[in-house]
């Protein structure tokens, strides 16, 4: 009867042996598998948001934001506030730059996180969408003008600070590279659309170069171009003397959290088969 015990205890032994180590095999993941993910939309009014193109490896899991701004003002995405959630585990998103979204327009962004030796290879995941923000101007910085040829290099306007990087004049074309510094303790509204030059006779020239707006916090800097062409029958820019208009070209703002939400990102599976065959 013992020798019957011991031959069942070491069958039963073995079979737990085989069925741990299938369901090991099971379970491990093929480092060149990819799941895919359906795509996915939330409503945060004023901001729509879309996920596509979202996937996963071992190393990392990824996908594509499109931002859509459907309101007035603008909108600010700060990517370091939101965070993956794969397997309980939190990870923050790669990309540390801001996302500015002008209004009644959209921009996209791909969006990623490391596992830095966790596994993100899982069947679905969320994504906590937060760092949306309103940007709410609250007055308009008067500069100014800015004499071409220059008599100066730099200059402060309320909590700017611009200075002149390079500058090349032409007969038919002139064209000036200026970085803005904000030092306040607010926010900075640079739009670059705004500017114009003025020559002589009190003509006003628009810049061509359509520089997007930016959203600077206190010791970030943008760079930005004004480019002008006029006519030599007006003008020979090489040798004229012109100043630039800032306009409104800068303003302090404020920012307005706009409630975030989790996302589930959810495995396509015949998506997934096919790309892994």
């Given amino acids: 009867?013992?020798?019957?015990?011991?031959?069942?205890?070491?069958?039963?032994?073995?079979?737990?042996?085989?069925?741990?180590?299938?369901?090991?095999?099971?379970?491990?993941?093929?480092?060149d598998h990819t799941n895919y993910y359906k795509p996915v939309s939330v409503d945060l009014k004023p901001v729509k948001v879309?996920?596509?193109d979202a996937v996963s490896k071992i190393e990392y899991a990824k996908f594509k934001l499109k931002l859509t701004n459907t309101g007035t003002?603008?909108?600010l995405y700060k990517p370091q506030e939101s965070?993956?959630?794969i397997e309980g585990a939190n990870y923050l998103p790669q990309d540390k730059k801001a996302v500015l979204v002008e209004p009644l327009d959209n921009t996209s962004r791909t969006i990623d996180a490391k596992g830095n030796g966790s596994n993100m290879h899982a069947a679905d995941f969320t994504f906590n969408?937060?760092?949306?923000?309103?940007?709410?101007?609250?007055?308009?910085?008067n500069a100014p003008n800015f004499l071409l040829p220059p008599s100066v290099n730099q200059f402060s306007a309320g909590d700017f600070?611009?200075?002149?990087?390079?500058?090349?004049?032409?007969?038919?074309?002139?064209?000036?590279?200026?970085?803005?510094?904000?030092?306040?303790?607010?926010?900075?509204?640079?739009?670059?659309?705004?500017?114009?030059?003025?020559?002589?006779?009190?003509?006003?020239?628009?810049?061509?170069?359509?520089?997007?707006?930016?959203?600077?916090?206190?010791?970030?800097s943008e760079t930005f171009i004004a480019l002008f062409h006029i006519e030599g029958r007006i003008a020979d820019m090489q040798f004229a003397n012109m100043e630039i208009v800032w306009n409104?070209?800068?303003?302090?703002?404020?920012?307005?959290?706009?409630?975030?939400?989790?996302?589930?990102?959810?495995?396509?599976p015949g998506l997934t088969a096919g790309k892994n065959k």
């Fill in 161 to 220: 600070t611009v200075e002149m990087v390079n500058i090349s004049k032409k007969t038919q074309e002139t064209a000036v590279k200026f970085k803005v510094t904000y030092t306040g303790e607010g926010m900075g509204i640079v739009d670059p659309k705004k500017l114009s030059t003025k020559i002589e006779s009190g003509q006003l020239f628009a810049n061509e170069k359509r520089d997007k707006t930016s959203v600077l916090g206190k010791g970030e």
């Fill in 248 to 268: 409104d070209t800068f303003k302090h703002a404020e920012l307005k959290k706009i409630d975030g939400t989790a996302v589930t990102l959810t495995l396509d």
């Fill in 1 to 31: 009867m013992e020798k019957n015990m011991k031959s069942t205890l070491f069958t039963l032994i073995t079979f737990c042996s085989i069925n741990i180590c299938a369901i090991s095999q099971t379970n491990k993941v093929n480092p």
């Fill in 129 to 141: 969408i937060d760092g949306l923000y309103k940007v709410i101007p609250t007055s308009t910085v």
């Fill in 50 to 52: 879309d996920f596509s």
């Fill in 73 to 75: 003002d603008y909108i």
């Fill in 83 to 85: 965070a993956f959630t």
